[in-house]
């Protein structure tokens, strides 16, 4: 373990182009159930079968109110080590980015600049029909809400089981995974395309990997170096050990 951190540790501060890429295993440890797990469970539906364009069609309300039982989990939690860590290197010119599958903010939150969000915003909402665009100061109670503009209903500004991602965060995203020399990969399954074809770019590269994840995903055999703890206790470890050489 100890022997672990120090080669993670080496291989950060050796990087030249370092870039996180992360999903919802990172803001577990903040409260916030993934997808997969039991906890993410509303109402015995499965997430897969409410963050989709039908099943909006078919029950906006219904789609909104599991978005607004999400927001009131998203409001109350607290960015955790592996955020603020991942803040921390930014602040140093150590992390470049950090390409995240989370609509969840807690990487901004922690201080993070450069934050590419893959999958959109859960505090943001636009219009079904025009190019209408709100940021949710409050959680919404009157739901569905309606567009401002023209009346129709507003949808989060998420991307839904079958949609496409938005072009320039898609772009942006290959375009750092192209670039970078170390990928952290902390939290995800990597059961959603295309985010994860992303470390797979490193890996053609001849770049480096770090994966973080409990869990055994297609990546963990590949990976340079696989951690099989959670992502804040790994976090917390990282830093200090990165503090403590700032000190000597
Ligand atoms: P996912 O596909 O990213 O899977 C979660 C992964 O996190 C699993 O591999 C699991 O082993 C791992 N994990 C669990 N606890 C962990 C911990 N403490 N530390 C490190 N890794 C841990 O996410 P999903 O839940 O299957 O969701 C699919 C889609 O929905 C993605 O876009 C995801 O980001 C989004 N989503 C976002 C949030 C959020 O914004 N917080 C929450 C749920 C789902
Ligand atoms: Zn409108």
Not at 4 to 25: H, P, R, Y
Not at 120 to 144: F, H, M, V
Not at 197 to 225: D, G, H, M, Q, W
Request: hydrophobic share 40%; with cysteine.
């Amino acid at each position: 373990m100890e022997d672990q951190i120090e080669k993670i540790v080496n291989l950060i501060l050796d990087s030249n182009f370092l870039v996180a890429l992360t999903g919802a295993g990172v803001s577990a440890e903040s409260g916030i159930p993934t997808f997969r797990g039991k906890d993410g469970l509303w109402k015995k539906y499965r997430p897969e079968d409410l963050a989709t364009p039908d099943a909006f069609k078919r029950n906006p309300r219904e789609v909104w109110e599991w978005y607004t039982w999400r927001m009131k989990i998203i409001q109350k939690a607290k960015p955790n080590y592996a955020h603020v860590c991942l803040a921390e290197l930014e602040k140093k010119g150590i992390l470049k980015a950090i390409i995240t599958q989370n609509v969840d903010g807690l990487h901004q939150k922690a201080g993070s600049k450069n934050v590419i969000e893959l999958h959109g915003n859960i505090w943001r909402a636009r219009c079904t029909q025009c190019d209408y665009k709100e940021y949710l100061q409050t959680i919404p109670q009157d739901i569905p809400p309606k567009c401002k503009k023209c009346g129709s209903l507003l949808r989060p500004d998420v991307v839904w089981f079958g949609e496409p991602l938005p072009t320039e965060a898609l772009n942006m995203a290959f375009y750092l995974s192209n670039k970078a020399d170390l990928m952290l990969v902390v939290g995800t399954s990597l059961l959603v395309q295309p985010a994860a074809s992303l470390p797979f770019i490193v890996l053609k590269n001849n770049n480096k990997i770090i994966e973080i994840n409990p869990n055994e995903t297609i990546l963990s055999k590949k990976a340079t170096i696989t951690v099989r703890m959670k992502a804040a206790e790994t976090f917390k470890i990282i830093c200090k050990h990165i503090e403590e050489l700032n000190n000597n």
